[in-house]
């Protein structure tokens, strides 16, 4: 069974930076895309930012120009480097893979989630 694991979240000032990673594990054949989506009280999820294979990425536009997905594809690793940081992003962040296991077709998993909270 996969599994996606977070971690780096916290409590942050307006205006600084955090690093989240998500690393994936089990019986991993292949990933076509990681990223992050995130979810404040009273809001739906949202994507916020995704690497697909080849390199393509996508970014929300509110998080444009101030944060950065990255993958370690050895490492089954993908990565949200958040700088700039407002009030407004504060959320639960989610990672999410859509991974194929050995023997199986590709499928969608989530992580536990990870708190970040900005203070103003």
């Known amino acids: 069974q996969v599994q996606l694991v977070e971690s780096g979240g916290g409590l942050v000032q307006t205006g600084g930076s955090l690093r989240l990673s998500c690393v994936a594990s089990g019986n991993i054949l292949s990933i076509e895309s990681m990223g992050w989506y995130r979810q404040a009280p009273g809001k739906q999820r949202e994507l916020v930012a995704r690497s697909s294979s080849g390199g393509r990425t996508y970014y929300s536009e509110s998080v444009k120009g101030r944060f950065t997905v990255s993958r370690d594809n050895a490492k089954y690793t993908v990565y949200l480097q958040m700088n700039s940081l407002k009030p407004e992003d504060t959320a639960v962040y989610y990672c999410?893979?859509?991974?194929?296991?050995?023997?199986?077709?590709?499928?969608?998993?989530w992580g536990q989630g990870t708190q970040v909270t900005v203070s103003s």
């Open positions: 999410h893979g859509d991974i194929q296991e050995m023997y199986s077709d590709y499928e969608y998993y």
